[in-house]
């Protein structure tokens, strides 16, 4: 098994070809680095299949997707917030302008299409077709389906919508409206979900409902809904890649090309999203396109396809009369016993600490054994800028393992290299370079100048790292009894975390774990006011039961959020009602709202007795 790692690692250090495409693969199992992504929530489903790939081959770090209209996601790629954003549609000339205004020109790059569907139940008989001008009144003014054509039923129209902040719906208003956006708003009867499922579900029972789905979606969902011809065309393939159905949209991924160049996690993903595209596209019934302009786009940022997957390390020149552990202690201060608990809300810093620390010792590892030379494939990168440090570090400590024990042989209890968070892939390698001292030089046997983990916790085994870290964070077990010295410390540590759980914790009736965005939350602290014409106020979470539409300027007080996925949903009391509402309609900030508490388990009756109340 060892022997196959090291075969893996040589063949980690060589330039890929390409196989089927022009781009050449970059091994995601070589990639270390956090990436932050927001756009359209049309594309949120290929997104994360791409990202589930790119992690299982083996990629480390934290990838989180935000779901933004893409005129939000340029604001924030173009101030520096946004690595890459998967857009519904091109930059436009203000957009292009302020981010090359802002050193951050955009590398666009189309990946696939789609387009937005109307949708009905496979029950109902009657609409199979409709032209521009009747959908226009079928999500408008009209009020029965027979105000439209005399011999559609005299039934209410029941209007199902995605979100007002989607682009899915922001495509459709465009198209349909002119981007009038109020006309649909402000139908009668108009339900809004931010949950696909709910709206889908909906349309499947009442022959009477209509809606607007993501044709990638209703394809992927069809037998108890049909998709309506618009104009006599549906969005099949050839239809939305001429762009000839009407509501044909395609969506690119955005970022720059400094960035792709820089940070090695962001070309690689971008070059694993290219590749792999076409068969997620074909799973999740998106449209495929021609990929060539992307790729085209992806090699020019690049710097022409020249591709190194694991880059050769930037060395720190070492002065003839400083020690490697004085060049590190330039780079970072030693931790204290008073700053474990502070650095532990700091991971990332934490980190590149603990990579120090460890380098330090590595290097005086090596000199007991080497002098002042090296075994073959060292690196030796001190380079904290480099994202890719701590896979380095790990590299090294597996040459150095393989030097002292073989290449197939390692302690027991090894972690070897496990994706996991900035700290807890540095927290591997101290506990790794531990075990092998231990084995080398003997149990707290160390050279002297041997720095040593800065918090001994992370010499004993992951399950015990884990659940100290959180009786740390929650404050309640800063300093544990056992006796770092002592030969069973770890042992030692797990039981008395282990019985303190119990206790303290499991043992009482109100505990409750809280962990951001899963229910724990706080109370947003003082009102807020409504900032626009459209602030629909609803009687439920899911925007299906409507309360009217709340004034500009009326003060609320935030009470909570809907926890529901991708629900821009809170809960909020004015004078004289309590409702639900998109938190975009106030000035509340995204910050505060994900830190409401979960409206679900508050049981607040919901209410309207004002004048604008319907």
Not at 13 to 21: E, I, N, R, Y
Not at 49 to 78: D, H, K, P, W, Y
Not at 325 to 349: C, Y
């Amino acid at each position: 098994m060892r022997r196959l790692f090291t075969v893996f690692c040589l063949l980690m250090l060589l330039p890929l070809t390409s196989l089927a495409q022009n781009i050449p693969p970059i091994e995601p199992a070589a990639i270390v680095g956090d990436l932050l992504i927001g756009g359209s929530d049309a594309l949120s489903p290929l997104t994360q299949r791409i990202i589930t790939g790119f992690q299982t081959e083996g990629a480390a770090g934290n990838i989180v997707v935000e779901n933004l209209a893409t005129s939000e996601a340029m604001l924030r790629f173009c101030s520096g917030e946004l690595d890459i954003v998967h857009a519904d549609r091109l930059p436009t000339a203000d957009e292009n302008a302020a981010c090359r205004a802002a050193g951050r020109a955009p590398v666009v790059m189309p990946i696939a299409a789609d387009a937005v569907a109307i949708v009905v139940s496979n029950s109902n008989p009657f609409l199979t077709n409709a032209s521009l001008d009747e959908i226009q009144q079928i999500f408008g003014p009209a009020t029965l389906w027979s105000d439209i054509q005399a011999s559609w039923p005299s039934e209410p129209i029941n209007r199902h919508l995605t979100d007002a902040d989607s682009d899915t719906f922001s495509n459709f208003a465009t198209v349909i409206y002119n981007g009038e956006e109020r006309i649909p708003l402000t139908a009668i009867g108009a339900r809004f979900y931010d949950n696909l499922n709910e709206l889908y579900a909906a349309l499947q029972v009442d022959p009477f409902a209509v809606g607007i789905l993501p044709a990638s979606y209703a394809n992927r969902n069809i037998g108890a809904v049909r998709i309506v011809s618009i104009n006599n065309l549906q969005p099949t393939s050839e239809n939305v890649q001429s762009n000839i159905y009407p509501m044909s949209r395609q969506f690119y991924l955005i970022s720059h090309a400094a960035l792709m160049q820089e940070q090695i996690q962001v070309r690689a993903f971008l070059n694993y999203y290219i590749l792999n595209a076409p068969e997620q596209i074909a799973a999740l019934s998106y449209y495929p396109i021609d990929l060539s302009t992307a790729e085209q786009a992806w090699l020019n940022a690049t710097g022409n396809g020249t591709v190194t997957t694991l880059p050769t390390p930037e060395l720190v020149e070492e002065p003839d009369d400083q020690t490697v552990e004085e060049a590190i202690d330039e780079v970072t201060d030693a931790p204290t016993d008073e700053s474990l608990f502070e650095e532990a809300l700091q991971p990332q810093l934490n980190a590149l600490q603990i990579l120090a620390d460890a380098r330090a010792d590595m290097e005086l590892f090596a000199v007991t054994f080497f002098g002042a030379e090296r075994p073959e494939g060292w690196n030796g990168s001190l380079n904290t800028d480099d994202p890719q440090l701590a896979l380095l570090v790990r590299l090294d400590l597996e040459v150095l393992a393989a030097s002292q024990l073989g290449s197939d042989v390692r302690p027991f209890g090894w972690f070897g290299a496990v994706p996991s968070s900035e700290y807890a892939i540095a927290r591997d390698v101290r506990h790794d370079l531990e075990l092998l001292a231990d084995a080398i030089f003997g149990n707290n046997e160390r050279p002297n100048g041997w720095e040593g983990p800065s918090d001994p916790v992370m010499r004993c085994d992951r399950a015990t790292q884990a659940l100290v870290g959180l009786l740390r964070a929650g404050g309640a077990f800063a300093v544990p009894q056992a006796d770092p010295t002592s030969a069973t410390y770890c042992t030692d540590l797990t039981q008395e975390a282990t019985v303190f759980t119990e206790v303290n914790l499991l043992n009482r009736s109100d505990f409750r774990l809280s962990i951001p965005g899963s229910g724990g939350g706080s109370t947003f602290s003082g009102d807020t006011l409504i900032e626009t014409d459209f602030a629909v106020g609803f009687y439920d979470r899911g925007a299906s039961i409507r309360g009217g539409v709340i004034p500009n300027g009326t003060p609320v007080r935030v009470i909570a959020r809907s926890y529901a996925e991708y629900s821009n949903m809170m809960l909020v009391e004015g004078d004289g009602f309590a409702l639900y509402l998109e938190h975009q309609n106030t000035s509340i900030t995204p910050t505060e709202f994900f830190a409401l508490r979960d409206a679900a388990q508050l049981g607040t009756e919901t209410y309207c007795n004002v004048a604008w109340c319907e």
